[in-house]
């Protein structure tokens, strides 16, 4: 057996044997008692923002306009990555927080906020703060990687930390109709990255959308709507939600 010690908790993997046969993003772990999959970020979280950062200059963009920064507001980034949607967050001065369930994610999003952001590695299913805590909950290109069975529960932990008045902004992908040409070619690169994530990953992105994507993970919780924006020819949905 490896074991390491990782954020006062414990990743165990099931056994070293395992680990020679099969590719990595497959290897077994445990992390305090929860199993999970090896980290398969970890090769590329280094590389994340160069590649898909100036892919995401207009979501930014679309994130300000839809849920401005307000001095003081808590706001909670669900599958943070390398941090990047809590940058003007805390540039603004707002108190950010974020949950992820990679370590190699998570190693860039300190490096670039030090002590002024609170991150954990954690599963999205069980997110360690109070309820009601945050005025903003955040979450993008998370959703569509989280296998079907535990999608529900990641919501309901969302509902649960946003404060009664707070908002949700999710964004992912979209089922369509796209736009000619945008909507298509953003569709195919979308469809070349994820295929590179693994066939995994890949296959959760598949499952997403065929079940309707945000908008129908969405419909068992009575959400309120506020606002739906489309980007990249429809390809990407934000939609801004609040619980009553
Ligand atoms: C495609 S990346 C997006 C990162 C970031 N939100 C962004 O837009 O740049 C998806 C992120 O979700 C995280 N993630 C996937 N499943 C998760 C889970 N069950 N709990 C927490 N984070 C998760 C991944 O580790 C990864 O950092």
């Known amino acids: 057996m490896a074991s390491t010690s990782m954020d006062g908790g414990h990743w165990r993997l099931v056994s070293d044997i395992t680990a020679k046969r099969k590719p990595p993003a497959l290897q077994v772990v445990f992390y305090r008692g929860v199993k999970m999959r090896a980290d398969p970020y970890r090769n590329c979280a280094p590389l994340y923002d160069f590649v898909i950062g100036p ?29 990047a949607a ?16 990679s370590r190699a994610m998570l190693k860039v999003a300190r490096k670039k906020f030090g002590d002024s952001a609170d991150l954990r590695l954690c599963d999205a299913a069980q997110i360690p703060f109070q ?18 069975e535990k999608r529900s529960a990641v919501i309901l932990e969302m ?18 109709p796209y736009h000619f040409p945008e909507g298509w070619i953003s569709r195919a690169i979308i469809i070349i990255l994820e295929l590179m994530a693994g066939l995994e990953h890949f296959n959760n992105g598949r499952d997403f ?19 739906i924006n489309t980007v990249r020819g429809g390809s990407i ?8």
Do not use: W
């Open 55 to 83: 892919l995401n200059v207009v979501l930014k963009r679309v994130r300000m306009k839809l849920a401005p920064p307000i001095q003081g507001m808590k706001v909670l980034d669900v599958g943070c990555g390398t941090g």
């Open 209 to 227: 959308l065929r079940r309707g994507g945000l908008q129908e993970l969405i419909e068992p919780y009575h959400l309120i709507i506020e606002k």
């Open 237 to 244: 949905a934000f939609f801004l939600l609040s619980t009553c």
């Open 159 to 176: 509902i649960r930390v946003v404060k009664e008045n707070g908002r949700l902004l999710l964004s992912d992908f979209r089922p369509g």
């Open 131 to 148: 309820e009601k805590f945050f005025d903003l909950v955040l979450s993008t290109y998370t959703l569509h990687e989280i296998p079907y």
């Open 86 to 101: 809590l940058e003007l967050y805390s540039q603004a001065g707002c108190d950010v927080y974020g949950v992820d369930i």
